[in-house]
T-cell receptor, first 109, second 112 residues
Framework: AQRVTQPEKLLSVFKGAPVELKCNYSYSGSPELFWYVQYSRQRLQLLLRHISRESIKGFTADLNKGETSFHLKKPFAQEEDSAMYYCALRKAAGNKLTFGGGTRVLVKP | NAGVTQTPKFQVLKTGQSMTLQCAQDMNHEYMSWYRQDPGMGLRLIHYSVGAGITDQGEVPNGYNVSRSTTEDFPLRLLSAAPSQTSVYFC???????????FGEGSWLTVV
């Protein structure tokens, strides 16, 4: 069975500092990896998916199949980046998402 | 095009009461699902449906029922609420370009 691990429950950084959220997964096949963001009491919004290789709101993430990781990075954090971030995995051609436990990011002024 | 609509947004129940969380989507998606969100545990799949008339259990189905009589609606029923069901519930609909997942706004449920 697939599993997603986000080792940090809370990341606190100062505005302008780099931020990296770790995500590791275990799955024997070819997964689709996602990052979702949830601002206070709002719905989950898709931030990134690995197949699109986009940069959204300054965030990037690279799938490293050798290390089974999909870490999320931003070089200069902004206060509006304060939110809950979830890494999620979906089997290729599947529909079910498996989520990590989430990382709360707090960007201090 | 409203996307995924969930009601109610907030609800307080007494132990043993029953209730239904409503979920509707207007994107004609076949696949819909319900998740619960708990601190430190991320979102866990409760039930899902691959089309009208077809439902199946997810990771944490106990205490919940679902039905899918139409493509648009996928209600989640709590048969006899327990404090352990205090959580935030998200409905999701999947489809379209890239098989994108769309989430509802969430339903905050407290069982006392």
């Amino acid at each position: 069975a697939q599993r997603v691990t986000q080792p940090e429950k809370l990341l606190s950084v100062f505005k302008g500092a780099p931020v990296e959220l770790k995500c590791n997964y275990s799955y024997s096949g070819s997964p689709e990896l996602f990052w979702y963001v949830q601002y206070s009491r709002q719905r989950l919004q898709l931030l990134l998916r690995h197949i699109s290789r986009e940069s959204i709101k300054g965030f990037t993430a690279d799938l490293n199949k050798g290390e089974t990781s999909f870490h999320l990075k931003k070089p200069f954090a902004q206060e509006e980046d304060s939110a809950m971030y979830y890494c999620a995995l979906r089997k290729a051609a599947g529909n079910k998402l498996t989520f990590g436990g989430g990382t709360r990011v707090l960007v201090k002024p | 095009n409203a996307g995924v609509t969930q009601t109610p947004k907030f609800q307080v129940l007494k132990t043993g009461q029953s209730m239904t969380l409503q979920c509707a989507q207007d994107m004609n998606h076949e696949y819909m699902s319900w998740y619960r969100q708990d601190p430190g545990m991320g979102l866990r799949l409760i039930h899902y449906s691959v089309g009208a008339g077809i439902t199946d259990q997810g990771e944490v189905p106990n205490g919940y029922n679902v039905s899918r009589s139409t493509t648009e609606d996928f209600p989640l029923r709590l048969l006899s609420a327990a404090p352990s069901q205090t959580s935030v519930y998200f409905c999701a609909s999947t489809g379209g370009s890239g098989n994108t997942i769309y989430f509802g706004e969430g339903s905050w449920l407290t069982v006392v």
